[in-house]
């Protein structure tokens, strides 16, 4: 199993994004997904997840009214949609899969990661 982000790039403050995390060698299904992302210097910050079935994401306080996280399992893909971006939104962010387990903001939890992808939010 592979997860690979895609969407990341520079973008003007108040401005959106939309990242992807789509599986390879293996459905997406069966997985939790978090999203997570971490700053220069800082540890990383799990930002949002989604159970395995759907249901209603869980969000940091940090994004909390302003990131949306939905999947698409025909396509195989989870999306996380990032509107009015601020400077301190600027990371690599991360997607990471567990195994049929709920779906949480801890890292420690996750088995799979991607590669990351930069967003950078810049005037």
């Known amino acids: 199993l592979q997860l690979v982000e895609s969407g990341g790039g520079l973008v003007q403050p108040g401005g959106s994004l939309r990242l992807s995390c789509a599986a390879t060698?293996?459905?997406?299904?069966?997985?939790?997904i978090g999203w997570f992302r971490q700053a220069p210097g800082k540890g990383r910050e799990g930002i949002s997840c989604?159970?395995?079935?759907?249901?209603?994401?869980t969000y940091a306080d940090s994004v909390k009214g302003r990131f949306t996280l939905f999947r698409d399992n025909d396509k195989n893909t989870v999306y996380l949609q990032m509107d009015s971006l601020e400077p301190e939104d600027t990371a690599v962010y991360y997607c990471?899969?567990?195994?049929?387990?709920?779906?949480?903001?801890?890292?420690?939890?996750?088995?799979?990661w991607g590669q990351g992808t930069q967003v950078t939010v810049s005037s």
């Open positions: 990471a899969g567990r195994p049929w387990g709920p779906a949480t903001l801890m890292s420690s939890e996750y088995n799979y």
């Open positions: 989604i159970n395995w079935n759907g249901g209603t994401a």
């Open positions: 060698g293996h459905t997406l299904t069966s997985l939790a």
